[in-house]
């Protein structure tokens, strides 16, 4: 009687959706992106879309349209697949085969993958910045405005970050609820947004400039936050650092400036008309609802960077860089020996 009470009283409940999904990611997500292969195989119209870009104008040269949702929708089943598939398959692995403690691989492995993606974007952005006209000259964000035509890498480009971003929000209710989940949340909604409006309305560039000052400061903390993990408290000590010198000149001074280009240029470049049909979405009004978005973004920025110091500031006493973001390492989750999450 004694053993049936304490085996009820330890009984696991039943798994959630979510639950059963993430047991399985790998499975479906894989199942999902071999069908659309072998619906392009055999010749359906809607696979090439999503495996291929769209409104082709010539060798290098494209345009925007509503087909573009496939390439988008394609690519945030592939990241998922990628994203499961690397932490399971490459940073597991990694993280058993270094002796990294059962209760951190996951985390291991999700900033592993962050680190991964971010940092091909974000040199992947920086080349394409590097090679435009508005490098470190706001002016060309809206001179010959509208930026219609898009070449081969800036079409790819944007249309996998904002992929990206989309399975992101997915991604934030899967893993472990971190403290600052509502944040989160709406950083991740004001994100797309932006992407999303700034590719209809033509203004891929400032958008490719804004992606580019966020990206970097995110690679030196996931940086810092693998070093955390593998036991090497010096060298995430300098990669915190480094972040938290990266952070305000990027996602405060630079995204500051960008702000201020939003709020000043347009109407010496633009002649500010709501004329669809030639492309030209920018008005008073939008210009209005990008600044507000763009300073709400900065906010939650902001409201992180308080975070940020609070780090520096015990580091400084004497104490290793943590992600005050983050819950205690007493809370993770414990790992399958296959490198998934046991869920209780």
Known sequence: MADTLKKKQYARPPKTVLEHILDHEIEITGTLLSGVFVAYLVGLPWAEKCLFLSYRLGPNAYTKGYNDIYFIAFWVVAFTFLRAAIMNYVYHPLARLVGVEASKRQRLAEQGFAFTYCTIFWTWGMYIMY??????????????????????????YYLMQTAFWFQQVYTIHAEKRRKDHVAMVSHHFITITLLVSSYCSNFTRIGNAVLCCTDLADILLSLAKCLKYLNFPTLCDIAFASFALAWPITRHIFFSIIIWATITEPHKYLDMLWEPEK?????????????????????????????????????????????????????????????????Q
Request: charged share 20%.
């Open 131 to 156: 090679n435009s006209p508005y490098w470190f000259n706001t002016s060309y964000y809206w001179i010959d405005y509208p930026h219609i035509f898009l070449s081969t890498n800036v079409k790819s």
């Open 279 to 343: 492309g030209k979405y920018f008005t008073p009004f939008t210009q209005s609802l990008y600044i507000i978005l763009f300073v709400l973004l900065n906010l939650i920025m902001v409201y992180w960077f308080t975070m940020i110091v609070k780090v520096v500031v015990k580091v400084i006493r004497g104490d290793n860089a943590e992600d005050t973001r983050s819950d205690s390492e007493d809370d993770e989750e414990p790992q399958a020996p296959n490198g998934k999450m046991k869920h």
